[in-house]
């Protein structure tokens, strides 16, 4: 990773990944590319940056070879609530801009991420410790996207060699950008509510398991699998991490601990209950582990007290 292109620069993962980057690789070698051209976003302003809609294929290839890339990570795209509100406009923007990220690897040679999801998995998939390899029939159309790209980056690696390398991420939880529109939201939102309001309403409901992390823990693991010898990836696209499985009422008991009057009530979204009823309680990193090293540093316990004195620090901020 010399020169490094990330599309969907201002969302959820972008938000926190151009930064590291910048920190480890240098300013000028990461070029943020976004939808969004507000100047507002401190990103637009700290570095490389370029409008881009990741269904234009030519303007793609064109800010891809004029700033000479050779690492393209792509992570334009909707998350699963949003998908599943507008199928047709996710196929077209996520399976789109896949395809058009991979073509424009192919034509520079670049090295080339791109996350899955726990999404990926559906009813039929074991529940419980699911394995790197076993059944993926989604219900979802986020999860018929994330198999799609999944089997798509495994083609151009066989068919082109394109050094395509992803992992199946689970919720993720930071206190710099919002997720906006997945079906693990929830467990973000629920830091905000307790700092402001000392209790939150969830949309999931007890009882509910889904896999969590943090996003250092995120931020590490696409860096590490970056960096990880080709010749020992034997699963590429895309491996399973995580970092903690948890159902809500974990969460509240959690920050209870540190807020003790926080209150936990309950209004399921039936839509978002179905998608997280139909994706695994715990998944099973063994193989990305075994095969590039992938840890993780923060529990439930840990992400917790991180996440609110952070947190609490940024609202601070935001009143002052
Ligand atoms: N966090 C994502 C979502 O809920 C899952 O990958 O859509």
Known sequence: MKKILVTGALGQIGSELVPKLREVYGI?????????????FWLTQSGPYETLDVTNAQAMFDIA??????????????????????????WNLNMGGLVNAL?????????????????????????????????QRPTTMYGVNKVSGELLCDYFNLKFGLDTRGVRFPGLISYVAPPGGGTTDYAVEIFYEALRRGQYTSYISQGTYMDMMYMPD??????????????????????NVTAISAQPEDFAAEIKKHIPHFKMNYKVDPVR?????????????TAAINEW????????????????????????????
């Not at 070879?65 to 996710?90: G, N, R």
């Not at 520079?108 to 390899?133: E, M, R, Y």
């Not at 995120?218 to 960096?227: D, S, T, W, Y």
């Not at 439930?300 to 935001?318: A, C, G, I, N």
């Open 28 to 40: 000028d070698n990461v070029i943020a590319t976004d939808i969004k051209q507000e100047k507002q």
């Open 218 to 239: 995120a931020l590490n693991a696409i860096i590490k699998l970056m960096e990880a010898d080709p010749t020992k990836l034997i699963h590429r696209n895309a491996y």
């Open 103 to 135: 073509e424009t690897a192919k034509e520079l040679q670049c090295q080339f991420f791109t996350p899955s999801s726990i999404g990926a998995f559906g009813p039929s998939t074991p529940k419980d410790n699911t394995p790197q390899v076993t059944i």
């Open 273 to 285: 209950q179905a998608i997280a009823d139909s994706w695994p309680n715990s998944i099973d990193p």
């Open 293 to 320: 090293g992938f840890s993780r540093n923060y529990n439930l316990e840990k992400l917790t007290s991180d996440m609110l004195e952070k947190l609490q620090q940024k609202l601070r901020q935001d009143v002052g």
């Open 65 to 90: 070879k004029k700033h000479q890339v050779d690492t393209f990570i792509h992570l334009a795209a909707l998350l699963s609530a949003t998908a599943e509100a507008k199928p047709l406009f996710a």
